[in-house]
């Protein structure tokens, strides 16, 4: 497990944290359709806290894009980097996720978060964060909509409806709801930086074989738990 310390020039009010991203969004990539599904590795990251401690967990879980099995993990600990402001919450994570990333043994091909990418007020959630600090490919892959609009898509798995902004030029399409089984709850789907959104629906549905949620997320989910359980 590797030890995090907050980088001395990490933003520490709302103010920095805006013009960072800001600064970053820019550099997000929407035109490349990113790796094929069921090809290569596939990481999952995810984070639990400890509030009373100050304390962030996070985990890295690499999957065989094929057969989802495990492939290597790797965890890292450290302060809560920022405070609890909605649309800034990468910024509590972002230290903490970059050091489990940076353990792993092997290269993480296409990274899956457990929140937006896209799909955030700002448009540029963790996933796009992730994405743009490391270069690699990433999807975010979240529970609930955030503040954004979508009608019910069909209860057939697969079935997908659009994620919608209302915005000055009408409505934007931001991520989708995706049905992963039938006839539950959709997960909601958004482009973080170097893959299509058709593309992170796919590699979503890759993910889902037996459960609404990624194996990415619910392996990193169990991880980032146990690291956190043995501080």
């Known amino acids: 497990m590797t030890t995090v310390r907050t980088p001395a020039d ?4 709302e103010e920095e944290a805006r013009a960072v991203q800001d600064g970053l969004r820019a550099r997000v990539v929407l035109d490349e359709p990113g790796p094929p599904p ?3 590795r596939v990481t999952g990251v995810d984070v639990a806290y400890d509030d009373e401690r100050d304390v962030v967990a996070a985990a890295a879980v690499v999957l065989d894009a094929a057969t989802l099995d495990v492939v290597a993990e790797a965890t890292a600990v450290g302060r809560v980097s920022f405070p609890y402001v909605p649309g800034l919450l990468a910024f509590r994570e972002i ?8 353990a792993l043994p092997c290269p993480p091909g296409l990274v899956v978060c457990d ?14 964060h992730l994405g743009v600090l490391t270069g690699l490919p990433a999807i975010g892959v979240a529970k609930n909509p955030f503040t954004f609009t979508h ?7 697969g079935s997908t409806s659009p994620l919608l902004a209302e ?5 934007e399409e931001v991520g989708r709801a995706l049905r992963t089984r039938h006839a539950v709850k959709p997960v ?10 058709d593309n992170a629906c796919a590699h979503t549905l890759a993910l889902t074989p037996a459960y609404r949620l990624p194996e990415t997320t619910r392996r990193a989910d169990a991880l980032c738990r ?3 359980g043995a501080i």
């Open 38 to 40: 069921g090809t290569g």
């Open 10 to 13: 990490w933003p520490v009010t």
């Open 167 to 171: 915005g000055g030029d009408g409505r």
């Open 95 to 102: 230290p903490t996720v970059l050091a489990a990333l940076d």
């Open 226 to 228: 146990r690291a956190l």
């Open 188 to 197: 909601f789907v958004s482009v973080g930086h170097r893959v299509s959104l």
């Open 151 to 157: 009608d019910e898509p069909d209860a057939l798995r």
């Open 115 to 128: 929140g937006y990418g896209l799909a955030h007020p700002r448009r540029f959630g963790l996933a796009s």
